[in-house]
């Protein structure tokens, strides 16, 4: 397994595999690799011949009281699970090699990061565009993998490749989950014993609501609230919980049949914060 640092690094290989006619599977990430992460790299193998990943804790994507410090670095034991999952490259360069000291141009992003974790979180879906359309450029790759965890950065990425003209192929990995429901998270590591144990309430709740809307009720806010206040009641923070369609990312009043809509939630457990997704298609 090659680990590139420079671009000029990453293109050379890549550029190598390419002429050998391989087609190059590539899977982003910020480290701290779990099992979610790894599915993805399956996910790119199943459609590649060779899987490219990508270790970079982007700091253009976090805001400046968030936790970019503290973000998990663990790249001696990421190069390992890479390794093992035969991955052919992974590009890990450090700040310097992706940004200039002074950026004149940037990426915005309208009405798609209104609400989700774009309300929360303003510039986050910027600095994702920024990167990923960065590493879509120097990786070149033939297909990329996102996990579903993340759907509005997927909705969004997904617009950007159709706008910018990407020639990429998007796939969206389901969600990976630990046995209690919760979803994988490199941010899990900064739960405590006790909120790990309430962790999965958000993912409960999910499934609760998803189960009254297949059952019938199609103007969900007052069953939305009454789930807001059981989960404040075991200790979350509540950041957003709602339904939201697909396509536009804005939030949904009353579900039309035939339309897919997102139920999405955002918690706080004391510092950590947390999100999870399901897709309902009526
Ligand atoms: O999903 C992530 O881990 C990040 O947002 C990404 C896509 C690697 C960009 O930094």
Known sequence: MDVCKSIDDIRGAVKQLKAQGKRIGFVPTMGALHKGH?????????RADEVVVSIFVNPEQFGPNEDFDSYPRELEED????ESEGVSVVFAPNRDD?????????IEVDELNRHMCGGSRPGFFEGILLVVNKLFNIIDPDVAVFGQKDIQQFQIVSRMVH???HDVELIMAPIERANDGLALSSRNKYLSVEERETAPGLFRALNYIEKQIVSGVDTPSLLLKHQKSELEAK??????????????????ETLIKGKEFILAGAVWLGNTRLIDNLLIEL
Do not use: H, M, W
């Open 235 to 252: 200790g979350f923070k509540i950041d957003y919980l709602d339904v939201f369609d697909k396509k536009t990312l804005q939030p949904i």
């Open 98 to 106: 992706v940004y200039d000291k002074k950026k004149y141009i940037r």
């Open 79 to 82: 190069l390992k699970k890479c």
């Open 163 to 165: 706008e910018f003209n």
């Open 38 to 46: 790894l599915s993805l790299i399956r996910q790119a193998k199943e």
